[in-house]
């Protein structure tokens, strides 16, 4: 079956340093790749998305690109804010009839500090 | 207000109770899920509705578990004689239609405590 694998958290940065939080995936078929966030008291919502191999989804100065040959969909920013401190979690779609179901990873936990 | 609206957000019963929980997505939106998140875990897909029907119920845990949706809008998941196991945050998220290559719109969830 479709399962999701990200580096385990906690997470801390300073503010401006370069974020990456790595995340690989098991699929049959073809699923679309998301990005996640989950800011402290909200629902979960959608960072960014990619649909098909070599895509780079892009939001908010983060960016991800679906890797086929790696199976991978690694997250990555520049130049973090302390307002970017949340839980992020990385998710494919299943394929065919069943691309209404996510899987999602166990999330990682990132903290910036000013 | 127009997102995703669940309650109630905390809950703590005793083991061997009832409890019901309810979703009202954003309107419109046809498709509905259920997802549970337990500690130090992803999310778990629990049951996935269009419009009224579930066409995909397999991620409940046990029977103790099921969900309804009516009038195509809110939903509610119940479950029966809870157990400590069934302690986790109930996420409930909506979409316009089924297909994926859209996102998911998810509430702040239902925190369930069973002591």
Redesign the interface.
């Known amino acids: 079956g479709n399962s999701?694998t990200q580096m385990e958290g906690p997470v801390t940065l300073s503010e401006e340093a370069f974020l990456t939080i790595n995340c690989t995936y098991t699929a049959t078929g073809y699923p679309?790749l998301?990005w996640?966030v989950q800011y402290p008291?909200?629902?979960?919502?959608?960072l960014l998305?990619a649909?098909k191999a070599d895509d780079k989804g892009s939001n908010k100065g983060f960016e991800a690109t679906y890797r086929k040959e790696t199976t991978s969909f690694h997250l990555e920013k520049g130049s973090v804010q302390v307002s970017d401190s949340a839980v992020y979690?990385c998710?494919l779609?299943?394929s065919g009839g069943?691309?209404?179901?996510?899987?999602?990873?166990?999330?990682t936990l990132l903290t910036v500090n000013p | 207000g127009a997102?995703?609206s669940q309650s109630p957000s905390n809950k703590v019963t005793e083991k061997g109770k009832d409890v019901e929980l309810r979703c009202d997505p954003i309107s419109g939106h046809t498709?509905l899920?259920w997802?549970r998140q337990s500690l130090?875990?992803?999310?778990e897909?629990l049951i996935?509705f269009?419009g009224n029907s579930a066409p995909?119920k397999s991620g409940l845990p046990s029977d103790r578990f099921s969900a309804e949706r009516t009038g195509g809008s809110v939903s509610t998941l119940t479950i029966q004689r809870t157990q400590q196991e069934d302690s986790a945050v109930y996420?409930c998220?909506s979409?316009p239609d089924?297909?994926?290559?859209g996102?998911?719109?998810?509430?702040?969830?239902s925190r369930l405590t069973v002591l």
């Not at chain 1, 691309?99 to 999330?107: E, P, Q, R, S």
């Not at chain 2, 130090?40 to 999310?43: K, P």
Request: glycine share 20%; aromatic share 20%.
């Open positions: 999701v679309s998301f996640y008291g909200e629902g979960l919502q959608l998305k649909t979690f998710a779609s299943g069943s691309n209404y179901k996510l899987t999602f990873g166990k999330g | 997102g995703v498709a899920y997802y130090g875990q992803g999310l897909f996935y269009q995909d996420l998220a979409s089924g297909t994926n290559t996102e998911l719109f998810f509430g702040e969830g």
